[in-house]
């Protein structure tokens, strides 16, 4: 079974930059993308950044587009996901995925990004 490995979290300040990367150990499967997710205190995990595993087309939430940036490296079976001009309303615990087939996924354990303002 995959293991995803996440790193990068951290405090910063508002405007500023984190790269979060995402490691993917053991088999893989399938892979159709790997991407993040966020989720706020209470809420549920939402969609923030994929890429095609494939083709490399990538996809964003409206809330980050133009600042963040999701990359792969298909030999090292890595995503990382750049973060520029971070928001306090970025705050969130980050979590790796992979889509392996339409039925089947994997996550990573989640790393917090705290911006403070």
């Known amino acids: 079974q995959v293991q995803l490995v996440e790193t990068g979290g951290g405090l910063v300040q508002a405007g500023g930059s984190l790269t979060l990367a995402c490691a993917a150990a053991?088999?893989?499967?399938?892979?159709?993308?790997m991407g993040w997710f966020r989720q706020f205190p209470g809420k549920e995990r939402e969609f923030v950044a994929r890429?095609?595993?494939?083709?490399?087309?990538?996809y964003y939430a409206d809330s980050v587009k133009g600042r963040f940036t999701v990359s792969r490296d298909k030999i090292k079976n890595t995503v990382t996901l750049q973060m520029n001009s971070l928001k306090p309303e970025d705050t969130a615990v980050y979590y790796c995925?992979?889509?392996?087939?339409?039925?089947?996924?994997?996550w990573g354990q989640g790393t917090q990004v705290s911006v403070s303002s």
């Open positions: 995925h992979i889509q392996h087939t339409q039925a089947t996924e994997s």
């Open positions: 890429i095609e595993w494939s083709g490399g087309i990538k």
């Open positions: 053991g088999p893989t499967g399938d892979l159709l993308t």
